[in-house]
């Protein structure tokens, strides 16, 4: 299973580091992507990163704020997400696949997510 950790309450233009832990299963083959849905939205994909880490993907929307990484040996994948936006509350959801696509529907597990509060 994953475990996203790291949510909160947060002013715009500060930061917050998200975490997905995965447990039960080997986590290192995996990619692995975060997700975030917003009441009344579509899950959008927010960024995500191949098995090993040599790829990573972002969404335009979020490119040279948010950064994705992994350490294999802790089975963790950290969001670090800065210079927060209003728009960018939602929960956020981490989720593992065969390999690092935006696509949500290419996961096979989701972990439970995790909510983002930013406020003006």
């Known amino acids: 299973q994953l475990q996203a950790s790291g949510g909160g309450l947060v002013q715009a233009g500060g930061s917050l580091r998200l975490s997905c832990t995965a447990s039960?299963?080997?986590?290192?083959?995996?990619?692995i992507g975060w997700f975030r849905q917003a009441p009344g939205k579509e899950r959008e994909g927010v960024a995500c990163i191949s098995s090993n880490g040599d790829k990573t993907y972002y969404a335009d929307s979020v490119k040279g704020r948010f950064t994705i990484s992994r350490d294999n040996a802790k089975n963790t994948v950290n969001l670090q997400m800065n210079s927060l936006k209003p728009d960018g509350t939602a929960v956020y959801y981490c989720?593992?696949?065969?390999?690092?696509?935006?696509?949500?529907?290419?996961?096979?597990?989701w972990g439970q997510g995790t909510q983002v509060t930013v406020s003006s």
């Open positions: 039960g299963f080997a986590s290192d083959i995996w990619a």
């Open positions: 989720a593992a696949a065969e390999i690092a696509t935006m696509f949500g529907d290419e996961y096979e597990i």
